[in-house]
């Protein structure tokens, strides 16, 4: 009885180590597509959570083929047209009438503006931490670093591994979400 017992844990064993290589072989297939391509596009819907109070702005971006970032913000109108390019060194905005203004997050290490390229960043190159099913979307927890202070990424997936959100913790406490709308890679 024990032996068989011991043959069906194996099996079960087995089976969920199975799936969970198929999800991390998704998530392997999106990085490597992505480091392999000229880049990609997307929306992405960011919300900055300040505790007090929340602000929400939808950007359309790009990346080139090393991960630097251009976005256009497209909502909400008071700041539509702004555009800006971030790379691993340094940040631009430019703009006719109106700024872009916002509190930095994560004891000032972070603009809300910079979340879509710390997301693009970290699918590119950060440290996997675990990979699993979500109820129909496959979630990726990644570390954008293997630093201390590493940002903590929340990514999930679905269909053939197309990102659809991510959070971005720091110190265990969301501070942005990103929704990730028409996701292609170039």
Known sequence: MRKVAFVMFLVLMLTG??????????AMNLRARLLNSQGCSFEAE???DYGDKTYTFLMECQTDAQGNL???????EVISGITGKITGENASLTF????LSFELLADGQLSPVGAPWIFVNTLRGGYVTSCGQDGEY????????YEDDAFTLDIWLENEDTPIQAEILW????????????????
């Open 17 to 26: 180590c199975g799936k969970q290589t198929e999800e991390l072989d998704k």
């Open 46 to 48: 960011v919300t900055a």
């Open 70 to 76: 251009t976005f256009t913000v497209r909502e909400p």
């Open 96 to 99: 006719d009438d109106a700024a």
């Open 138 to 145: 496959i979630r990726l927890t990644v570390d954008d670093s």
């Open 171 to 186: 110190e265990g406490h969301r501070i942005l979400t990103i929704a990730v709308r028409n996701f292609t890679i170039l």
